[in-house]
């Protein structure tokens, strides 16, 4: 059985590589976080400098709106890829996925309500 933090590590490294192959980049930093049936994803450095472009070079709402709107759309597409990878890391489903990205600040969240919080052995403190 894993360590609360092996299962948060694995799901990082599974979101890491989903960004890479999906979006065409990884993140600069990731963290997840497990509350209960919640999982917190916070990604950073995510966005592309096409990405970057094309949100200042276009009216502000609409270059926001049509990256958020393709960013969503993206990450749906590859909803199996990640539902699969957080039950192979955390051994439950997921229910929902909550998806935001900033444009001002290239942050990115993703937040999952899974079945059932994960089982986790304690850490052995050193």
């Known amino acids: 059985m894993k360590t609360q933090g092996e299962i948060e590590a694995a799901i990082c490294d599974g979101i890491r590589r989903f960004e890479t192959e999906y979006m065409g980049r990884g993140p600069k930093e990731i963290r ?64 929902s996925l909550h998806h935001d990205i900033s444009t001002v600040t290239g942050e990115e969240v993703m937040v999952f309500v899974l079945q059932a919080p994960p089982s986790f052995r304690e850490a052995k403190r050193r």
Do not use: F, N
């Open 32 to 95: 997840a976080h497990l509350h209960g049936d919640l999982l917190v994803v916070r990604l950073s450095g995510v966005l592309t400098t096409a990405e970057q472009h094309l949100a200042k070079a276009l009216p502000a709402e609409r270059g926001r709106d049509l990256l958020k709107q393709v960013r969503s759309h993206l990450v749906e597409t590859g909803r199996p890829v990640i539902d699969a990878m957080i039950k192979e890391s955390a051994g439950v489903s997921s229910l």
